[in-house]
């Protein structure tokens, strides 16, 4: 669809693939400072498809406000705040990297406010959680040892 795309891929997952002379892909490998890094790019991709715990690079990208477009699992944990955070397959996800490229301009604007409205959701979410926790731990406190 020759998108005006850079795929930017960063860390030790660079070690696994072999250098490119595409002036389409940058291999930056372990990044020292990993905010410069995300304001170095104009959306983060996160094709996640399986994995345990939790998304860190969701989570980095989220609390920067960066666009995010992912795969449905990669917003296991975190509150989606966009149709392009929960993408089926990895074919949905680069059709919305190719749609995403020729957009305007004020789409990446949603989709960084969606970001930082899905950080915002989901850290109201934990705040939550730690205080249900805290208030279960005191109404059981004399039978913890």
């Known amino acids: ?14 070690e ?17 400072n990993v905010e410069d ?19 860190i690079k969701t989570g980095e990208a989220l609390s920067l406000g960066v666009p995010i477009v992912s795969l449905t699992h990669a917003f296991e944990g975190y509150e989606p705040a966009d149709t392009l955070h929960q993408l089926p397959d990895f074919e949905a996800m680069a059709n919305a990297l190719v749609d995403l490229s020729f957009a305007a301009r004020d789409r990446l604007d949603v989709l960084a406010e969606a970001s ?9 979410a934990i705040e939550r959680s730690f205080r249900e926790t805290a208030r ?7 039978s913890i040892v």
């Open 116 to 124: 930082r409205t899905s950080y915002a959701v989901t850290a109201a």
């Open 16 to 32: 696994l693939l072999q250098a490119t002379d595409s002036r389409f892909v940058e291999l930056r490998g372990p990044i020292e």
């Open 136 to 142: 279960r731990i005191r109404a059981a406190a004399p």
């Open 1 to 14: 669809m020759f998108a005006p795309i850079k795929l930017v891929i960063a860390g030790t997952i660079c």
């Open 37 to 55: 890094f995300y304001r170095s790019i104009d959306c983060a991709a996160v094709p996640m498809r399986a994995s345990t715990g939790l998304k």
